[in-house]
C-alpha cells in the first residue's frame, strides 16, 4: 500500500514539474539506483528499464552538469568527488520526499511524544543536540530521551529508538545507514602553541604533554594509526595526563595544559573558533564510520524519520 502511495505521490509531483525539472528529476532517480545497486544492470533490473536506457539517463545527467559523475570500468563503478556530492544531495532529496509522502499519508497529524535515542560521548555536543534542538523548534510535542553512552547497548532490550554508533557494526537484525566520518586528531589551544619558542614537529612533539584518554593506549595507538602515521606510535605520545572521558581532555586542551587526541567532529567548533588548532595536519588516525540505527523493520515513527533528517544534515 505504502509502495503504491509513493509511486502515486512520484507521478503527481511529475505532472507539475516543467519539462526540464521533469527530465532532472528523473536523471537524479536513476542515478541514485545506480549507486545504490552498485551496477546499471542492477539498476536496469530494479527500475524496469533497459541497461542502455539508464546509461543514457546518467549520461544525460553528467552532460547537463558538465562533470563527470561515475567512473566506469568493466567490474565496477566509482564516484568522482562531484557524483559523491551530486548521490549525498539525491539521498537526501529522496528522503525529504519521503517524509512529505508520510505527512500527507498521516494527514495532520504531528508527531508527537517520546523518542529515545543514544550516542557517544563524543558526538552529543556537535551532532545529536543541534539535531534535536531543530526537532523540537519544528516538532515542539515530541519527547527526546537522551542517553549518553559510549558502549553499544542492546537498543531492542532499552526500548530505544535511534542508535548513533561510530566504528565497525557487529552482524545483526538491525538497520543501519552510515551518515558520515569522523577521525582523531591532535589539537592544542592557541595560547599553548603560541607561547612556545619553537613550532611543534615530528623530532619535538615527545616532549610535550600529551593528555590521553583512558582508550588511547599504546596497543590503541599503534591500531589507529598507519602509513608514515605510524611514527606516532610508542616513543612520541607519552602520556602527562591519563582521563576516563573525552570531555577532560578537551577541558585540559583548552586551558592548555598539553596536546590531546581527539574526534575531529567533537573539537570542530573550537577549531573554526580559534580557540584550538590542529598540530601536525598530515598525522591523524584512520577514518571510522559514523552510522545511524534501529530496530524498525517498516514504518518508521515520522518523528524518527525527522530526527534522522535532521542529524544526517549536521554531517
Known amino acids: 500500500m505504502f509502495k503504491k502511495l509513493y509511486i502515486n505521490a512520484l507521478f503527481v509531483k511529475l505532472l507539475f514539474m516543467k519539462s526540464e525539472q521533469k527530465n532532472m528529476f528523473l536523471w537524479l532517480t536513476v542515478f541514485n539506483e545506480v549507486i545504490k545497486q552498485g551496477s546499471f544492470t542492477a539498476a536496469a533490473e530494479k527500475l524496469n ?4 536506457g539508464v546509461s543514457q539517463h546518467v549520461s544525460h545527467l553528467e552532460q547537463h552538469f558538465d562533470v563527470q559523475l561515475l567512473t566506469r570500468s568493466t567490474r565496477s563503478l566509482s564516484l568522482t568527488t562531484a557524483g559523491k ?6 539521498e537526501e532529496l529522496k528522503t525529504l520526499l519521503d517524509i512529505t509522502i508520510d505527512e500527507v499519508n498521516q494527514g495532520k497529524q504531528q508527531p508527537a511524544g517520546r523518542l529515545s535515542i543514544t550516542a557517544p560521548q563524543a558526538l552529543v555536543k556537535p551532532l545529536v ?7 523540537l523548534k519544528r516538532f515542539p510535542e515530541i519527547d527526546p530521551h537522551l542517553i549518553v553512552d559510549d558502549s553499544h547497548q542492546d537498543i531492542v532490550k532499552e526500548g530505544i529508538d535511534i542508535a548513533i554508533r561510530v566504528g565497525e557494526l557487529k552482524d545483526s537484525d538491525l538497520k543501519a545507514k552510515k551518515i558520515g566520518e569522523q577521525r582523531e586528531i591532535l589539537i592544542a589551544s592557541t595560547h599553548y602553541l603560541a607561547a612556545l619558542s619553537e613550532t611543534i614537529d615530528i623530532e619535538n612533539l615527545g616532549r610535550h604533554p600529551f593528555i590521553a584518554t583512558s582508550w588511547q593506549t599504546m596497543e590503541y595507538l599503534d591500531r589507529s594509526f598507519e602509513g608514515e602515521n605510524k611514527s606516532m606510535q610508542n616513543e612520541l605520545l607519552k602520556p602527562k595526563f591519563k582521563v576516563n572521558n573525552a570531555n577532560t581532555a578537551l577541558e585540559l586542551a583548552l586551558l592548555g595544559s598539553g596536546i590531546a587526541l581527539l574526534p575531529d567532529t567533537y573539537v570542530k567548533q573550537y577549531t573554526q573558533s580559534g580557540q584550538l588548532q590542529h598540530v601536525l595536519s598530515h598525522l591523524h588516525t584512520k577514518s571510522d564510520n559514523i552510522y545511524y540505527v534501529h530496530a524498525y523493520k517498516r514504518n518508521i515513527p515520522l518523528k524518527a524519520k525527522w530526527f534522522l533528517e535532521f542529524v544526517s544534515r549536521q554531517l
Open 129 to 135: 543536540l543541534p539535531a534535536i534542538q531543530q526537532l
Open 49 to 52: 528499464l533497459t541497461k542502455s
Open 85 to 90: 556530492s551530486l548521490f549525498q544531495r539525491s
